[in-house]
């Protein structure tokens, strides 16, 4: 786990209320089967949406919470230390090691972190199935959304001019977006290739709007523009990058909105048993 981007997870705590929204509408958007006890949260965070989960099994269920940074890790074994269900893994998602079989993969607002989409649900349908440990196999559920195709289109537009003037120009010549917004189609095409069944993906408008400049700030500078500030090496820098950003912001009388769309997953595993497992 070299060169992981960390994030100040103490900072997101405070900030993240939006994404606990979205988790907890994902959550509440399904019918929640008995079956559903061993979960992986894939991509914890500060482990927010995990306590919603630990919640929706009650104290003989299960839950993973699995996140790669550190940081997060920290601060979700402080948030979830009196749940006694709730294991805590500092793990890459695409690779991580669990001891038994889930009934589901869960993930909110972590999956467009990810650029190869084929290794990872690739992995999760070993987790669901089973194949990591034996050949037996059974059912389970992949729940999930993300940042979807156009997430964002307004600010990474202001973002992507920014970074070609000359004060920033020159800390940015071999910069990529660190997103991979992915489009339904290919993600559904995807995972039927990988084994999935009874997949619906789809698009939602999560467009958000913030009550002032200051906590707009404070949101686009732990979540958004976090990586773009990373890669300027001094503080004036970043607060004058971050300072040009919501002037432009204002302008484009985009105040104090962001542009979000939700990539909803939902797939299910359904590989009937061998009659000689």
């Not at 993969?105 to 190869?116: K, Q, T």
Request: proline residues 3%.
């Amino acid at each position: 786990m070299k060169n992981i981007r960390q994030w100040d997870a103490q900072k997101y705590d405070e900030v993240s209320c939006l994404q606990e929204k979205w988790g907890e509408d994902l959550i509440d958007g399904i019918k929640w089967d008995p079956t559903y006890r061993v979960i992986m949260d894939a991509g914890c965070g500060t482990g927010r949406v995990t306590k919603i989960l630990a919640q929706k099994v009650g104290t003989k269920g299960t839950i993973y919470a699995v996140d790669v940074d550190p940081n997060m890790v920290n601060k979700a074994k402080l948030n979830l230390a009196s749940f006694k269900n709730v294991f805590v893994i500092q793990s890459d998602i695409t690779n991580v090691f669990l001891p038994e079989k889930v009934n589901v993969v869960f993930s909110n607002a972590v999956l467009h972190w990810i650029f190869d989409h084929r290794i990872l649900f690739s992995h999760f349908w070993e987790l669901l199935t089973n194949t990591l440990l034996t050949k037996k196999t059974s059912d389970g559920l992949l729940l999930a959304q993300c940042g979807g195709h156009g997430n964002l289109s307004k600010v990474r537009s202001i973002l992507n001019q920014m970074i070609k003037l000359n004060d920033f120009e020159s800390h940015f010549h071999d910069w990529s977006e660190p997103w991979y917004f992915a489009k339904p189609d290919d993600t559904e095409k995807l995972l039927r290739e990988i084994g999935f069944e009874n997949i619906r993906v789809f698009l939602s408008d999560g467009t958000t709007s913030f009550v002032d400049r200051k906590s707009y700030s404070d949101f686009v500078s732990t979540v958004i523009i976090r990586p773009y500030l990373e890669n300027l090496p001094k503080k004036q820098l970043k607060h004058r990058f971050l300072r040009l950003f919501l002037d432009r912001v204002e302008e484009m009388k985009l105040v104090w909105t962001l542009d979000y769309v939700r990539l909803n997953i939902m797939a299910e595993c359904i590989t009937p048993t061998s009659p000689f497992a």
